[in-house]
């Protein structure tokens, strides 16, 4: 019994002992700041949900895009062939080129020019935006290249499998496993998906220079089944040079 009456006199002294001021303060001052992180987390988990719905509306509007240019380009030939009259594809606005050969015996300029093209190993490959530079500096590098016009599921599937960026201040290698990674890089530029960044390129959209120079050069695998001859011409049964459409079967071997 003595010991109990002890106890609550001690308990009932504590409970009177004032709380000294700073130890008060600091309580004010974590309870604001929890407030403010439960705020902030509900915001945060708002403009989520939102940016998500932004996305899938874009790409929903992307696939509307693309399946209205494939409608129209049928009804232009099938017109065409029922007039009578020849239809001319409209001309290709993106290349995709593969670097096929080495080193060996190359001319400084040649070198150079792969350089600039961001060519500088074996089966690297980049996306270009085909213009009259690009075609004439593709001319003087012909023999140690491949390219040709990718299709739409080419260029998705290369950047979903193949896709790296460049991040930070050191241009680091990272792979494109979140769109965060996109739109830290490429916000400004309206980019803020990997649909986006496909759309960008594929269209060659305003910001593609931005886009693509975000894009590391493809690391691409050698092809299966191999290559028939990279020191002759596509046109002359080897691999070199532009083969157009056909481009798009020689990156699903190496892809």
Request: proline share 4%; net charge positive.
């Amino acid at each position: 019994k003595g010991g109990l009456a002890w106890s609550r006199a001690w308990v009932a002294m504590v409970a009177q002992t004032p709380v000294p001021e700073n130890v008060l303060k600091k309580r004010k001052t974590q309870e604001r700041l929890n407030a403010q992180k439960v705020a902030e987390a509900a915001e945060a988990k708002k403009a989520k949900i939102q940016k998500t719905r932004t996305i899938f509306k874009r790409a929903e509007a992307y696939v509307k895009e693309y399946r209205a240019q494939e409608r129209q380009l049928v009804r232009l030939r099938r017109e065409a062939k029922r007039t009578g009259n020849f239809f001319v594809e409209p001309e290709a606005k993106l290349l995709f080129v593969i670097r096929i050969r080495g080193i060996n015996a190359m001319h400084p300029k040649t070198k150079k020019i792969l350089q600039l093209l961001r060519l500088r190993q074996i089966h690297n490959g980049v996306f270009l935006k085909a213009n009259k530079a690009t075609i004439n500096m593709l001319r003087k590098v012909e023999p140690y290249v491949a390219y040709g016009y990718p299709s739409l599921k080419t260029v998705r599937e290369l950047i979903y499998k193949r896709g790296f960026g460049k991040s930070g201040p050191g241009k680091d290698r990272i792979p494109l496993a979140d769109n965060t990674t996109i739109e830290e890089a490429l916000g400004k530029h309206d980019i803020l998906c990997i649909e986006d960044l496909i759309h960008e390129i594929y269209t060659v959209g305003p910001s593609f220079k931005e886009a693509n120079n975000f894009l590391w050069p493809f690391k691409l695998s050698s092809p299966s089944g191999g290559f028939k001859q990279i020191t002759t011409h596509f046109v002359e049964g080897g691999d070199a040079g532009n083969r157009e459409q056909l481009i798009n079967e020689l990156i699903s071997r190496m892809n």
